[in-house]
């Protein structure tokens, strides 16, 4: 074992994965955290602490993986390139190994100018593929990134993303191969909707031996309203929210739009579990709906959550 993490014995043993997500509060707001965790205890397998997301100022994302080992979940630590040098990405994951927190995920970051502090300047010292490889020599070969060796390597079982629909698609999964290469034990990828889209991605990296040597999980995001469906469809960058899921919704009466948007992801779980056994898991990103990441996880047929 690399890290001895729940997520990572829960894949280990040939179980279905769950992860799901928490974003921290835009304050030090301690009970707002404990709040949302409670709504994932015993629901999924571990929870990533999103970082800074959208580049919008919120507490940090180590403190935060803190307060839920000490709820008695699991926290994947995100950790985006967008801020730090590669300094302070280091020292971040050894102070995060000290505090008991035993999965990471790389992620570049958004870019500042989406975010409210658009003067910033971004870092992007490393990016995310340089960052797991970092990463991995931290933990294995237990040397810093210049060579010299650590004083107490981090255990650490390391996760990247992957966008299976942004352009071009073909590079997509060569993108995520170098990832695994770099070093990542799991792969999340972003919010799946065209499941048709999604089955060719896999199947590339089944061909391609990449589901052999790394965990892929489907990322899952519940629609809420016909607006939230029209709205990722047209403006964010990578989306693809097909026309049936925008018609369906429609089809109902708007206070069940969001009823109809957790019966869509149940039914896209178990497709993906029953035909797509190159997929070993789902990352449940329900942000703000957190009360509601249960029903969807149960309505898959996923719990209780196996004990490893």
């Known amino acids: 074992m690399k890290s001895g993490s729940n997520l990572e014995k829960v894949l280990a043993a040939g179980h279905f994965a769950v992860t799901g997500e928490l974003g921290p509060p835009r304050g030090n707001n301690v009970e707002e955290v404990r709040h949302k965790a409670a709504f994932l205890k015993g629901i999924v397998d571990s ?92 933990r294995d070969e237990k040397t810093f990134l210049n060579g010299k060796e650590l004083d107490g390597a981090p255990g650490i079982f390391i996760g990247a993303a992957a966008n299976p629909f942004a352009d071009p698609f073909a590079w997509r999964v060569v993108r995520m191969g170098k990832k695994i290469a770099a070093g990542a034990d799991f792969i999340q990828t972003q919010c799946i909707y065209n499941m048709p889209k999604f089955r060719e991605f896999v199947k590339m990296a089944v061909d ?90 149960e309505g898959a047929g996923l719990l209780p959550r196996p004990v490893v």
């Open 208 to 297: 391609q031996g990449l589901t052999e040597k790394c965990a892929l999980l489907a990322g899952i995001t519940p629609l809420k309203s016909v607006g939230m469906a029209k709205y990722m469809a047209k403006f964010v960058p990578g989306m693809d929210v097909p026309e049936e899921h925008i018609k369906r919704l429609q089809g109902v009466d708007k206070k069940e739009q969001g009823n109809e948007g957790i019966k869509i992801a149940i039914e896209m779980i178990q497709e993906i579990r029953e035909t797509m056994p190159g997929v070993k898991g789902v990352h449940v990103m329900a942000i703000e709906w957190e009360h509601r990441a249960k029903e969807i996880v």
């Open 47 to 138: 929870v990533n602490i999103t970082d800074n997301q959208t580049a919008v100022v919120r507490m940090a994302s180590w403190a935060a993986c803190k307060l839920l080992i000490d709820e008695g979940l699991e926290p994947n630590y995100q950790m985006v390139c967008r801020d730090r040098n590669r300094i302070a990405l280091q020292s971040d994951i050894l102070g995060a190994s000290a505090l008991g927190i035993k999965n990471v995920l790389c992620l570049s970051g958004d870019h500042q100018r989406f975010g409210d502090h658009p003067e910033g300047k971004n870092v992007y010292d490393l990016d995310s593929i340089q960052l797991i490889d970092t990463f991995r020599k931290m």
